[in-house]
């Protein structure tokens, strides 16, 4: 089985308390197994907890309808208002939330704000997700 390791980024992850963040895997298999330390039970609940809230952002169409329009690329707060029929407000209100859950990043234009997607992560979920309900 490959495993894909990659720098540790979690702020829950018992790495930062050794020596900063390591390479190494949170894939499902080391999150669902089973057993461990009390420490590493507490661990993985904290991390199933973190990651039901992740799916709570997902649960609104209209972050799903802004990242999806992300999808195609970089957009400005305007843009994404007049592609989605979508107040600035709403659409602001929405990028606010899915920048805290590190879905969106964001660059500064002069008075322009660009958002994207924070990486290939959100667009692969957004991929299998659409996959798994169009079956």
Do not use: W
Not at 15 to 21: A, L, M
Not at 104 to 131: F, N, P, Q, T, W
Request: charged share 30%; with cysteine.
């Amino acid at each position: 089985m490959e495993r894909n390791e990659e720098l540790c980024n979690s702020p829950l992850c018992c790495c930062h308390d050794k020596q900063g963040p390591q390479m190494h895997d949170h894939g499902a298999s080391a999150i669902l197994e089973r057993g461990g330390s009390e420490e590493e039970q507490v661990l993985r609940e904290e991390l199933l907890f973190e990651l039901a809230q992740l799916y709570k952002v997902f649960g609104d169409e209209t972050r799903l309808r802004i990242l999806s329009a992300l999808m195609d690329g970089e957009q400005g707060v305007g843009a994404l208002a007049g592609r989605l029929e979508m107040t600035l407000s709403a659409v602001s209100h929405s990028l606010r939330v899915l920048k805290s859950a590190r879905l969106v990043k964001c660059r500064r234009e002069g008075k322009s704000v660009y958002y994207a997607l924070c990486d290939e992560h959100v667009k692969k979920i957004l991929e299998m997700g659409l996959d798994h309900v169009a079956e």
